[in-house]
């Protein structure tokens, strides 16, 4: 009697793991904290979903950054390309006066002597060369590949990495406040944009050296950071905060009549 009873319930517990994969469908929008890599993110989400459940991310943020990392689930991994190819917004404080091996707080940091400081309105004034379609040279410690190798692994290794210049498109760029040596940004750009390449060049083109200090990223598409939940969840967790495939439908906003550089308030910025 039992082993009649066995099959019957091997049969129902593999039908409803089944249907449980089958469920896991959408996206889910997670807060990244710092220090921790994308990869990281997608291996602890990962550990909550049933086996063979797909999960991948729509675009890496640094270890560094912060903020909204798109993981698409199940059936969305195939639309992944197309959530990675949407509009982004960032909040950046750069750090000028100084420069870094990977252009941000994170590697080795040198600090220029004998500068002046600019003013506010150089400022501005600099920020307007970064709007619309420019020509921008990825970090050397990047994911980018060179010759079948990730640029950063070359970097690390010692290796001199110049990676070539490539368009990219800047939506626009509000400067929110700004008292020496930090400079609090807020960009909305498109795909492949480096905000740690414009924290290098504007610092050069002031003269005095730039790099991202604080990183976040605030919106891709229409998954906003008020949307993102902590990567500690559980089970139940991931279920109750998985987006429908649907959530992705979104009209990319026009920036003709923004598409520029302004100064809105001036924020004292403290060095931590």
Not at 21 to 31: A, F, K
């Amino acid at each position: 009697m039992w082993s009649r009873c066995v099959p019957v319930c091997v049969a129902c517990y593999l039908k409803g793991y089944s249907e449980a994969v089958s469920l896991m469908n959408g996206w889910l929008i997670i807060d990244k904290p710092a220090g921790i890599t994308s990869r990281d993110v997608v291996n602890r989400v990962q550990r909550t979903l049933p086996r063979r459940t797909k999960i991948g991310h729509t675009g890496t943020l640094d270890p560094l950054a912060t903020g909204v990392l798109v993981l698409c689930v199940g059936a969305a991994t195939k639309l992944a390309d197309r959530v990675q190819a949407m509009g982004k917004v960032y909040e950046s404080q750069f750090r000028l006066g100084a420069v870094s091996d990977t252009d941000d707080a994170d590697g080795t940091v040198t600090h220029m002597e004998g500068i002046v400081p600019p003013s506010q309105d150089a400022i501005s004034s600099a920020l307007q060369q970064f709007l619309g379609i420019i020509e921008q040279r990825p970090p050397a410690f990047s994911a980018l590949k060179v010759e079948g190798r990730r640029a950063h692994a070359l970097a690390r290794s010692g290796q001199a990495v110049e990676l070539t210049p490539r368009s990219v498109r800047v939506d626009s760029v509000e400067l929110l406040g700004y008292e020496w040596p930090f400079l609090a940004v807020r960009i909305a750009c498109g795909k492949g944009t480096y905000i740690r390449s414009i924290a290098r060049d504007l610092g050069g083109i002031l003269g005095v050296g730039g790099l991202v200090a604080t990183l976040r990223r605030t919106r891709v598409g229409p998954f906003t950071v008020e949307r993102a939940v902590s990567p500690e969840l559980d089970p139940q967790s991931v279920r109750q905060h998985l987006l429908p495939m649907s959530a992705m439908e979104w009209t990319e906003p026009s920036f003709h009549d923004t598409n520029h550089a302004h100064c809105t308030r001036t924020i004292p910025l403290t060095e931590e």
